[in-house]
């Protein structure tokens, strides 16, 4: 049997907190046998929530915490006052080897300085990016940073290309993944400043595989598997497509409603249509993990609901067992 | 009868010229009496092109120009040396004031540097930006700059915002639209160095209605009627917009296809769905004026058809009623 991952999950994190995550959770440990979550959160009400469900007991651990960050919260204030917080216990957990990894759909920004600060970065790692799957026509790919360093150097998206490199090879599971860089132009003379500094670094890169820059209008077709940009862009690329995905559904829901003739359509389209919304539907893909800490760290969306939790909770598994950090540290 | 508009079209720009070029102007210039098209290209290819329409004669005239400037090229250069290609004549058509605008699909590069250049800026204004109009859930948007200024500046931007107001409420009638930084959260706090520094500075401005930070992910909602952004975020958020629904749209209609049941669904909700895919059509919108110039420059998509360049053609005419240039002028 394969070995045992330990998962600590933070209940009370995310605007459907604790009952969406509890039952994320629950759910993680019913489809696969070897993980174990240590579910960290207000006792009594996380109780109260598992008390809902039937699942093997001993794989959900409570981890009974008193403290919460709350999203608007300073962040470095945050990790440093509120040391019985969920997120802090749970990186704990994972920064003395106790979990193998911390899921949390809570305060970004407290995440990322927890990370840093308590799991921290693997040696060599100059900033470690939040680097998320999403969907495509070809299958999906990484973007990576989506949202912790804003400003970054060229250094630094070197570093992201490596990381994201591994990730698709050894987790996705894409033999030498396409990398590229963000760009609003193919030519390589195109670009800002970063872009010009960073392409010909990337191409000189003998570890990836460099294909060049890749337009935003693209990324969606799967024209690259690893994405690479600063986090400001990176974060409205991603956001973007959420954005435009949701607003067409919305549209084309309501434009079926508006007739008879649209609503005996809509009913004979659902199932092939719900096939295609599952596609790219990003929850799918589980959360954007931290690349490039001594632990696994994942980041999922603030309006996770139990699937995005379950699938952020069963991506650990190939994370912990293709061994990524050790490929990233023997890399960077 | 409203005062004539002369507008200059590079017949040789773009991915499908000269052919859907002729027919967008040859369109216009029947939809709209007070059009009159100056239609540059070489002389007997765009007379071929002609003779297959029927158009009041006296609306379209031919410019006859000799060298192409294609998308490859330094734009510098070429518009350096290539004094009698389609675009620098035309932009030489606006600085005479022979006409009020120019029309092209051609070279973005050459068509910045064309218009900064021989165009030449309205006095005070540092830097002229990309201002596409997008469709959104509301109505519709502008996005500035999206591409002509990667690297800007806080001044930059402060200016940007203001243009998009007199924009939006003199060209698409909507009063006191609302202005929003793109950022990659709602807090005042969160953000690059650009957004940071220029935060403040939108919020101290007495002439805009500032709202405060969008994110990517409610533009399609319509959060703002002005977004603002440096061009090289503004170029990804809108090519993602463009990228996003093409892939969804084409998933869909593949997944209708798939079994007869799809298929026939797909007949019943076609007008609906032919419906709600217009809304959300950017070539309904015409190009993107380039604004801050001293006269209009429009620069439609690489990939426009016919029915783009013709709405680019009308777009023109509000420009010059609503005397937006003057309104700048009087802004900045």
Excluded: W
Excluded at 247 to 255: N, S, Y
């Amino acid at each position: 049997m394969s070995e045992t991952v330990n998962v600590a999950v933070d209940a009370m994190g995310g605007d459907n907190a604790p009952g969406e995550i509890v039952l994320g959770a629950v759910n993680a440990v019913k489809e696969r046998e070897n993980i174990i979550v240590h579910l960290l959160g207000t006792e009594d009400v996380v109780r109260s929530e598992l008390s809902k469900y039937d699942y093997p007991k001993d794989r959900i651990i409570q981890v009974p915490t008193t403290e919460v960050i709350e999203t608007g919260e300073p962040p470095v204030i945050a990790i440093r006052t509120k040391k019985n917080s969920s997120i802090v216990v749970g990186m704990q957990l994972v920064h003395s080897h106790k979990c193998d990894a911390f899921v949390s759909a809570g305060s970004s920004g407290a995440i990322l300085v927890g990370g840093l600060v308590i799991v921290g970065r693997i040696k060599g790692v100059e900033r470690p990016p939040l680097a998320p799957l999403f969907p495509t026509q070809k299958g999906c790919s990484i973007i990576l940073d989506c949202g912790a360093n804003v400003d970054a150097r060229p250094s630094h998206l070197v570093q992201f290309a490596k990381m994201g490199s591994i990730y698709m090879q050894y987790v996705v599971g894409i033999d030498k993944p396409r990398v590229a860089i963000l760009n609003i132009g193919a030519e390589e003379e195109k670009g800002n400043a970063l872009v010009k500094e960073t392409y010909p670094l990337l191409k000189n890169c003998p570890d990836i595989n460099f294909i060049g820059s890749v337009e935003a209008r693209d990324i969606t077709e799967g024209a690259a598997d690893v994405i690479v940009c600063e986090a400001f862009a990176g974060n409205i690329a991603l956001k973007m497509y959420e954005g435009v995905g949701k607003t067409m559904l919305k549209e084309i829901k309501g434009a079926f409603m508006s007739s008879l003739r649209g609503k005996i359509g809509g009913l004979l389209v659902k199932p092939a249509l719900k096939e295609t919304l599952k596609k790219f539907d990003v929850s799918e893909y589980g959360g954007a993990p931290l690349l490039g800490l001594e632990g696994l760290v994942v980041k999922t969306h603030g309006s996770s609901k139990h699937k995005e939790v379950t699938n952020s909770i069963i991506q650990c598994i190939s994370f912990k067992e293709q061994n990524i950090n050790e490929k990233i540290k023997v890399n960077i």
